[in-house]
Nanobody, 125 residues
């Protein structure tokens, strides 16, 4: 059974930092591209960042460019999202997902086969 488990969310003040983790089981992430998405209350789930099989290619949404960094440790079967200079508009539930194509530039939700349950990030002003 495939599981993606996000952790590291919480409450932080604007300008602060958080690092999210996504630990996979039942799936070897080296065979997948990985992505982070987020969903704010009453809004659609939006792309945040994605990374290719071995991390050679990453792609970020314009809204997080220069502030968020996606990375992966295939030996630990874990993907990360380092978030800095957080803003109140970054408040959302953050989800990780696995894409069997392995490509790094994958902003489309429909390309991802497996999803985690999400972790809440709240940024106070």
């Amino acid at each position: 059974q495939v599981q993606l488990v996000e952790s590291g969310g919480g409450l932080v003040q604007a300008g602060g930092s958080l690092k999210l983790s996504c630990a996979a089981s039942g799936l070897t992430i080296s065979g997948y591209g990985m992505g982070w998405f987020r969903q704010a209350p009453g809004k659609e789930r939006d792309f945040v960042a994605s990374i290719s099989w071995y991390g050679s290619t990453t792609y970020d949404a314009d809204s997080v460019k220069g502030r968020f960094t996606i990375s992966r440790d295939n030996a630990k079967n874990t993907v990360y999202l380092q978030m800095k200079s957080l803003k109140p508009e970054d408040t959302a539930v953050y989800y990780c997902a696995a894409d069997p194509s392995g490509l790094g530039r994958r902003p489309d939700l429909g390309r991802y086969d497996y999803w985690g349950q999400g972790t809440q990030v709240t940024v106070s002003s």
